[in-house]
């Protein structure tokens, strides 16, 4: 069974194990993202509307991670959902599946309404994952102003 070779966990403590877990992981969704430190990711745990989740096997070893932010606005609590990867060793298992389940399950728990997330066309796993988990299309654009450093 998959669930006893994988569980997902919220690590609550950064550790140097699990910053070099992350930045194996961080290139596997995007090779621009920067690497994380350990400062940063201790300030990233420490954030009370962020929550990580990872899929851990029983030697430690972590396959792949999602993040949940869940926020209020006027009209309800929402959430949104980022850093989705698993790592390419461990891909087809169902992994994914048991991180966006693991964080669909949390974000009902804390009362959210909707939880949103985008995907490029061109990611057709992650595009299979969300609708076999229940995610919709929505019929929107995305905008995205970027701030100069
Ligand atoms: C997307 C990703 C997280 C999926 O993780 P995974 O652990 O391999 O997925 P699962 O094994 O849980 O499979 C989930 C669903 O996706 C489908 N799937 C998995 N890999 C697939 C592939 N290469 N092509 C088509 N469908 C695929 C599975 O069949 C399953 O669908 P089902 O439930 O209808 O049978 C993984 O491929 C990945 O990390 N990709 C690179 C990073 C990325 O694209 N992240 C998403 C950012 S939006």
Do not use: C
Request: aromatic share 6%; glycine share 8%; hydrophobic share 45%.
């Amino acid at each position: 069974m998959l669930e006893d070779e994988w569980h997902i966990v919220e690590p609550s403590e950064g550790t140097v194990e699990l910053v070099e877990a992350i930045n194996l992981l961080l290139p596997q969704l995007s090779q621009r993202a920067p690497l994380l430190t350990l400062e940063r990711l201790a300030e990233f745990l420490a954030a009370p509307s962020t929550h990580l989740f990872v899929a851990a096997n029983r030697q430690g070893k972590i396959g792949g991670m999602l993040t949940l932010v869940v926020f209020p606005i006027l009209t309800g609590r929402r959430a949104w959902v980022e850093d989705v990867v698993v790592d390419v060793s461990s891909r087809g298992e169902g992994l994914g599946r048991l991180l966006t389940e693991g964080a669909l399950r949390v974000a009902q728990e804390l009362g959210v309404a909707t939880v949103d997330l985008t995907s490029r066309p061109s990611r057709v796993a992650a595009h299979r994952l969300y609708e076999s988990a229940g995610f919709g299309v929505r019929d929107t654009s995305v905008y995205r102003f970027v701030v100069e450093a």
